[in-house]
């Protein structure tokens, strides 16, 4: 099996590998190195790339730009959604990643919201209207659970 030469990166081979229904694990105790990185709109743009070439779903994808814009990468988050709806060729595993992620979007969401909690200190990283964004969507989630 060989990296396909397109967009796709590393998680191209962890949805290869579950498509042909292998297990895939982690292992968090494996001590590397990485140097910091930033979110630039050129690594967002082909970020959403390498979604739109696995074949994302839609939904997941305008999540992801939305957490970003949220964050307050307002560029980078126009960039990645460029990407995305750029013409890119799928690659092999695109429609099993896409029907993985129909089956599994809701599911993840209702668990995710169910975890959701902001405090003061995660606000700070928010600031005008992406934090009064931030702070009804926190009511309104509180109100639901």
């Known amino acids: 099996m060989r990296y ?20 895939v694990r ?12 930033s979110l630039t709109s050129m690594k967002a743009r082909e970020l959403g790339k390498s979604m739109k070439g696995l074949g994302y779903d839609v939904k997941y994808t ?3 730009v939305a957490l970003i ?9 126009l960039a990645m959604l460029q990407g995305y709806l750029s013409n890119i060729k799928r ?5 099993w990643v896409s029907q993985h992620q129909k089956r599994t979007f809701w599911k993840r ?10 405090d003061e200190e995660a606000q700070v990283f928010f600031s005008g209207p992406a ?10 989630l509180r109100r639901l659970k």
């Open 91 to 95: 690659l092999d595993v695109a429609d």
């Open 69 to 77: 814009f949220l964050r307050g990468y307002f560029k980078a988050s």
């Open 62 to 64: 305008l999540g992801r």
């Open 4 to 23: 396909p030469v397109a967009y796709g990166w590393e998680p191209w081979l962890c949805y290869k590998a579950l498509s042909l229904n292998f297990k």
């Open 26 to 37: 982690s292992f968090p105790d494996l001590v590397t190195d990485a140097r910091p990185t």
């Open 109 to 118: 969401l209702k668990g995710n919201l169910n975890e959701l909690t902001i």
């Open 131 to 140: 934090r009064i964004a931030t702070l009804r969507i926190a009511l309104k």
